[in-house]
């Protein structure tokens, strides 16, 4: 909680590495509100955190009003949660990279990406 909060009003830091922390269902939505109030972060690795679908949903609910946010490792979570993710970066013109190692895309999943990467 202290690290959202100090990311609301942060204007410096660029890049925020909360990898391998299970931060869980209530982290993800603390660090979901901070997003989209913070306009200074450009990258943000969430590698790692065993996010569900839950916690996924409002990540990409605050990614969609975030404008500084270019790149979000994401890496082995769950096929659902890549899926709302890469949907979003169907109507967030400043994420730039999104990094989705170590999973097994399936068939709905490559035609998401593939829609997302038509915009």
Not at 54 to 80: E, G, Q
Not at 101 to 111: H, Q
Request: proline share 1%; aromatic share 0%.
């Amino acid at each position: 909680v202290a690290l959202a909060d100090a990311l609301m009003v942060n204007t410096t830091l660029k890049e925020l590495n909360v990898s391998s922390n299970q931060i869980g269902a209530a982290g993800a939505a603390v660090l979901a509100h901070a997003l989209t109030l913070n306009k200074a972060l450009t990258k943000l690795d969430m590698q790692l955190n065993g996010l569900d679908a839950a916690s996924c949903a409002v990540l990409t609910a605050a990614l969609k009003t975030n404008t500084t946010l270019a790149m979000l490792l994401a890496d082995d979570t769950h096929i659902n949660v890549d899926l709302q993710l890469l949907r979003v970066c169907r109507h967030d013109p400043t994420l730039t990279e999104l990094e989705l190692m170590s999973e097994r895309l399936g068939d709905e999943d490559v035609c998401v990406l593939a829609e997302a990467l038509k915009t």
